[in-house]
């Protein structure tokens, strides 16, 4: 989405490129904190139509991974709120203490609280899952915004070197998503 969308505007010829496609194409990006659904809308608002089903994001394919892998885990969710409907949706249960998983999205209400419980959970065991290792992104004039990397480091800062799973660019399991399509 950032090769059509900088800040809240399409670039230059956006449209016109993806309606030359005529439907050939498949948008992959590291978003971690919408759902499909909700990007098609924001792109429809800014002039481009993209059909939800040709959007393939880190968050909701990192949670489409965990639910494949593990039916019904317990997953403590530093993620949006969209996020946490689309785990419900897929059958993950959502909770906050003694997840089997911990997921780290884009969350803007991340906290001193959260990461506390997220380390503590991951150092007794629950696999920890990252949608976008990106530290930031650019904002509006040249604005530095926080990506789920950063969470991702203040969280690897406190549990030490820790085997962990990545969803999102540059990680194969993005495009693989994006080339099934």
């Known amino acids: 989405d950032g090769t059509l969308v900088r800040g809240r505007q399409a670039l230059p010829g956006a449209g016109a490129f993806l309606d030359s496609l005529d439907g ?22 800014l002039g481009l139509s993209v059909a939800s089903h040709r959007i393939v994001l880190a968050g909701t394919t990192a949670l489409d991974d965990i639910a494949s892998r593990r039916s019904r885990a317990r997953i403590l969710m530093l993620a949006s709120k969209s996020l946490m409907i689309r785990a419900r949706d897929l059958g993950l249960v959502p909770v906050e203490a003694r997840p089997d998983v911990v997921f780290l999205g884009r969350d803007r209400h991340f906290s001193y609280e959260k990461l506390m419980r997220a380390a503590n959970a991951v150092r007794d065991g629950a696999e920890l899952v990252a949608a976008n290792p990106d530290l930031v992104h650019p904002g509006d004039d040249g604005a530095v915004i926080p990506e789920t990397g950063a969470l991702l480091a203040a969280l690897l800062a406190c549990t030490g070197p820790v085997p962990h799973r990545i969803v999102g660019k540059p990680e194969p399991a993005l495009f693989e998503a994006g080339l099934a399509l």
């Open 24 to 45: 050939r194409f498949v948008i992959v990006s590291n978003n971690a904190e919408h759902t499909p659904p909700e990007l098609s809308r924001g792109l429809k608002r």
